[in-house]
């Protein structure tokens, strides 16, 4: 059966990959670890230490890239969603 139809309609599509790396270079700068992080700029005069806090900035969502080069990158599964909502505008009517 086949209806008329008005309104506004939202879509939204969500891509998931999911991704294994191995030995690959993670690349972060020092200003976005400590953007994410508690690290301090340097403690006892050591500015190495920021590099202990890489993984909890990944971990928060720091802006990073990951070079592959010289490790391995695996993607495990891809999945996609697509969802729908409807402004309270819509209006269905048969023909």
């Not at 879509?11 to 953007?35: H, N, P, S, Y």
């Not at 590099?51 to 969502?61: H, I, S, T």
Request: hydrophobic share 35%.
């Amino acid at each position: 059966m086949d209806f008329d139809i008005t309104g506004t309609r939202t879509t939204v599509t969500t891509i998931t990959v999911v991704e294994k790396f191995e030995d690959c270079t993670l690349e972060i700068g020092k200003a976005q670890v400590r953007k994410y992080t508690d690290a301090p700029a340097s403690q006892d005069g050591d500015p190495s230490v920021w590099y202990d806090y890489a993984e909890e900035a990944v971990l928060n969502g720091a802006p990073h890239k990951i070079d592959v080069e010289d490790g391995t990158k695996e993607v495990i599964s891809t999945t996609k969603e697509v969802a729908y909502e409807w402004e309270w505008d819509v209006d269905v009517t048969s023909r």
